[in-house]
């Protein structure tokens, strides 16, 4: 059963606008999320973290932002850009298990 | 990415046959990961290694072997390749710090 949750395959945004992404999670031991970006023929990258112990976490265009009593978290992309086309796995780990689980992701295309 | 590679990028193979994908870094780091990524599925784990000789499964071992007889090459197996088996395989590691794990470029492997 997937742990990890991302109910939106697809995403298309208006280059200049805000991205949403959406991630649910259902393992209550998870304390550290991860969001990752992947390009066609490429390996995913590290996009940016948050800890349980926060409820945001900003770098630059990116915030991820987390509701623990929700078990949800989110990722703002402000202002999208066409580079920012991409799939964007979201992946939560406890820590003291050094393993990432990971949502099926969500394809983002950022329209001209 | 720097510091770790996969081998072969492409591979077909026919059902029935084995099948061995390589994993190769540079930074003697002491965790390393296979997973598999497939449409609808995203990133789902296979086997991990937490030190030489030292692996355990993942959510999806089936099918699967690994072995770790030198900090920097993980070996995936497929005893006898089936068509299920199709799919991108990705390698990782895991530095530590807020990045969670880096990603090898990965293995397309299609099994006809």
């Known amino acids: 059963d997937q742990q990890v949750k991302q109910n939106s395959p697809s995403l298309s945004v208006q280059e200049g606008r805000i991205s949403i992404l959406n991630c649910d999670y259902t393992?209550?031991?998870?304390?550290?999320f991860l969001w990752y970006k992947k390009y066609p023929a490429e390996g995913p990258t590290f996009l940016i973290s948050?800890?349980?112990?926060?409820d945001k976490n900003e770098d630059g265009r990116f915030t991820v932002f987390l509701n623990k009593s929700a078990k949800h978290l989110s990722l703002h992309i402000v202002p999208s850009q066409p580079g920012d086309s991409a799939v964007y796995f979201c992946a939560a780990s406890a820590k003291a298990d050094y393993k990432l689980s990971f949502g099926a992701g969500t394809t983002v295309t950022v329209r001209a | 990415d720097a510091g770790i590679t996969q081998s072969p990028r492409h591979k077909v193979t026919e059902t029935g046959t084995p099948v061995t994908l390589r994993c190769h870094q540079t930074?003697?780091?002491?965790?390393m990961y296979w997973y598999r990524q497939d449409p609808g599925h995203g990133l789902r784990l296979i086997h991990y290694?937490?030190?030489?000789?030292?692996?355990d499964k993942g959510e999806v071992s089936d099918g699967y072997s690994v072995s770790r007889s030198k900090t920097e090459d993980f070996l995936l197996t497929l005893e006898s390749a089936t068509s299920s088996q199709t799919s991108v395989y990705f390698c990782?590691?895991?530095?530590?710090?807020?990045?969670?794990?880096?990603f090898g470029s990965g293995t397309r492997l299609t099994v006809v």
């Open positions: 290694s937490y030190g030489v000789k030292d692996t």
């Open positions: 930074e003697n780091h002491r965790y």
């Open positions: 990782a590691i895991r530095r530590g710090g807020e990045s969670g794990y880096t």
């Open positions: 393992n209550s031991m998870f304390d550290y």
């Open positions: 948050i800890s349980s112990i926060k």
